[in-house]
């Protein structure tokens, strides 16, 4: 294993929050004009305090008429920013971490150490990134605009570390009515890194 080639990953995650009940029932399929209570939903004093209209509920959302917010999609992105061997790999992690006063967290599943420089927390939208050392062959990923959204929620621009290459073209759209889309994780050594 210590012979395997291994890499540097800078892992990064926008969690957006969830349609509330009321924003599929008043806006339908997609919310083109999006109101508070679409993504944090009324609470039972709101209920009863600014009763809604036929149309869709009405209240100017005051603080406790806000309830907490639920995890909706995510977004994430993975780029490879270092490849060679194990030792320097996990070295390189080790000082990322201490230079920028990092606590190493392991992973839940895969148990290795990761250096987290932004954890989400305080409800959604929320944005989570870190660096980890694992086995080298995961694929850069992520999706247009999300270096457009990272900035919006993070202020950051770009990852923080250089990554290695540019990132693949995107896969051609697949043509409709065909096989159904089963979604794999991508799993390279054992190591989760898009579930
Ligand atoms: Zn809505
Ligand atoms: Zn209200």
Redesign the pocket.
């Known amino acids: 294993m210590d012979q395997a080639p291994y890499a540097v990953y800078e892992v990064r995650r926008i969690y957006y929050a969830a349609r509330t009940p009321d924003c599929r029932a008043h806006h339908g399929r997609s919310c083109r004009s999006p109101k508070w209570w679409c993504r944090q939903p009324?609470?039972e004093?709101?209920?009863a305090?600014?009763p809604g209209g036929d149309y869709e509920p009405w209240?100017?959302?005051?603080r406790?008429?806000r309830g907490p917010a639920k995890k909706g999609p995510a977004w994430r992105s993975v780029r490879t920013v270092w490849e060679g061997d194990r030792r320097t790999a996990e070295q390189l992690i080790q000082q990322f971490a201490s230079g920028h006063g990092l606590a190493l967290e392991r992973g839940e599943t895969s148990g290795i150490q990761r250096a987290h420089y932004l954890t989400a927390d305080g409800g959604f939208p929320a944005a989570a990134a870190f660096a980890v050392a694992a086995p080298a062959g995961v694929r850069d990923k992520q999706r247009t605009y999300f270096e457009e959204a990272w900035t919006r929620h993070t202020g950051d621009v770009g990852p923080r570390w250089d990554p290695l290459r540019p990132l693949p073209t995107p896969d051609p759209p697949r043509p409709t009515g065909g096989k159904p889309l089963i979604r794999q994780a991508r799993s390279v050594g054992g190591v989760t890194l898009i579930a």
């Open positions: 009324l609470t004093q709101c209920r305090d600014h209240c100017p959302g005051h406790e008429c």
